[in-house]
């Protein structure tokens, strides 16, 4: 076998680029056992083993970089929850990728998507004045004084075209529930999150300031997102740059103006419904009861629950940068969750992150299940119904 030596100095300097709990993992691999990895075939299931990964980076050792092991890591969470040394095992990966993207050694197929923040302030190379195209003739108001919350529309759902039904919906439901909202527009910038864990601190720093210094500019003090992933950015990152808001994602919002009776919901039966938590809703914000009490709620609903499910659901494979990152068919995380949403019986998988519904459809698409399997965001099943 090959002796190799530990660089110590190397192991340093990832600990100063994020991974501050890098020491504490005692190297017992239950978070290698727990990761979505396990479950498909390929090349990343291979190489990537989040358990050696850290004992290599603690030995300050190479080759742990490539895009099917060190950025095949999706940020699910998964891991952190078994881990018996709370090791902030996210932190360490980010820890990492930091040290990479400091000297320029980011993956080919993300430097795309660094430029086009750079340049535009969206990962989709989308003309920042086009970022409130998705409205078209849907009624949605302009953020002011007198407005309570401000909505904050994911990128993805600005530029996506499949997406931005995204956003028309939560502003069609929001609307029917007389929630006082609107939005800025073309000055926003992306929340920075899906950056941050690619691993470019400094952009992450530059879209996040921007937005904080707009949004203290307009007065904002309540936000509601349409992604769990800005959702996790400005609740978590945002107050230490002196972003200090209320922060809700819009199914809490919803879920709580049907309490209220605000929200009254009619129309077609929804008939045999699944639910696929997101991480980021889930996992990283422990929303897991709002998305269920607005499914319950439609017309002739009928809940199936997936075996795993709220902390335990499956990454749909598109966090930590990998929803611009390319995964064979065969080897999709979502390709499982398909095959488990049909088996259930459900003829509507519903979901409530722009990323998830990327990453789901196509798998329904590729699977062939598009005629016995509809991939729909909550909003969209709610908006269908007000
Ligand atoms: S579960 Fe925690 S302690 Fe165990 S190998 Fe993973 S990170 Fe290290
Ligand atoms: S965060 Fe998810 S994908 Fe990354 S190592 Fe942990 S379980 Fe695997």
Known sequence: ??????FLEVSDAIVMSGAETLYWCMQCGLCTGTCPYRLVPGTASEEFNIRRVQRMAQLGLEGFE???????????????????????I?????????MLAEVGTIPPSLKPIAGSLHAQGNPWSGPRDKRTDWIKDAQVPAFSDSTEYFLFVCCTSCFDVRSQRIARSVAKALGAAGVSFGIIGNEESCCGE?????????????LAQSNVNLFNSKGVKKIIVTSPHCLFTFKNEYPALGGEYEVFHYTEILAQALKDGKLKLSGAEVGPIAMHDPCYLGRHNG??????????ALPGSDLRELARRRNKSLCCQGGGGRVWMETKAGERFAELRINEAVDSGARTLATACPYC????????????KGDVLKVLDISEVIAERV
Request: proline content about 4%.
């Open 194 to 206: 899906s950056i941050r864990k690619i691993g470019d601190e400094a952009l992450f720093r530059n």
């Open 1 to 6: 076998m090959e002796t190799r030596v530990p």
């Open 90 to 98: 996210i932190g360490n990966v980010r820890g990492m990728r930091s």
């Open 287 to 296: 929303v897991y009861d709002a998305p269920r009490e607005l499914l319950a």
């Open 357 to 368: 519904i990327t990453m789901l459809e196509d798998s329904c698409n590729v699977l062939g």
């Open 66 to 88: 490539s895009e099917d092991c060190l950025f095949a890591c999706t940020t699910c969470r998964a891991c952190v929850d078994v881990c018996p040394r709370g090791v902030d």
